[in-house]
């Protein structure tokens, strides 16, 4: 029942939304140059990789030995527009259609943080990642990481439709009114480097 329901919403949202999408990769390739999406592997479902496609939001500026600049330092105010009202993440309906994604569920993080989780954090993959989530309508990255495993672990134990649907209007709002956007002092949340939690 959630993989049809996530089909029949993300394929008519994706047409609908597709005017917008066209409108931001033109802004994109004007203000950021080339290339206007960029995919970066997550972990899905119990863990195997899965490409998540978004929209760049971040230049390509690089210091003299050829690393790439902080995320603050790249992070234009076109890009934090970009993400202020999650148009960067439109393209994951694409992943959602090809069953990598569902509409709900924990967010899909950097591969890098697989052999930082606690087993009770671990959890999170039992389910298939999420655009939206319980930790995402519950503070985004204004909450800390244990917060965010917390509130993940919960919604994987009590997950239901009704609760999806909850979530999903919940998003809404918190889209329009574009909360809990950035963590502390960081344009981005932190990463992630293990907790003491077993």
Excluded: C
Excluded at 31 to 38: C, D, E, H, N
Excluded at 48 to 65: A, G, L, S
Excluded at 87 to 97: A, F, G, K, T
């Amino acid at each position: 029942m959630k993989r049809l329901f996530d089909l029949l919403v993300a394929i008519p949202a994706f047409l609908l939304l597709l005017p917008i999408i066209g409108v931001v990769a033109i802004l994109v390739r004007v203000k950021l140059g080339s290339p206007i999406l960029f995919k970066q592997q997550r972990p899905g479902l119990y863990e195997k990789p899965i490409n998540v496609i978004k929209i760049r939001t971040m230049t390509d500026e690089r210091n003299r030995d050829g690393e790439l600049l902080p995320d603050a330092q790249r992070l234009t105010p076109f890009g934090q527009f970009l993400r202020k009202y999650s148009l960067d993440e439109l393209m994951q309906l694409v992943n959602v259609i090809k069953g990598d994604l569902s509409l709900v569920g924990p967010r899909p993080l950097l591969m890098d943080y697989l052999p930082l989780y606690s087993a009770e954090q671990a959890k999170r993959h039992w389910v298939r990642p999420g655009i939206t989530g319980w930790a995402q309508v519950s503070g985004r990255n204004a909450i800390s990481w244990e917060e965010k495993f917390r509130l993940d672990i919960w919604y994987v134990e009590n997950r239901s439709f009704l609760l999806d649907l909850k979530i999903l209007l919940m998003t809404v709002g918190k889209v329009v009114k574009s909360e809990g956007i950035s963590h502390g002092n960081h344009v981005t949340m932190e990463k992630f480097s293990g907790s003491n939690l077993s």
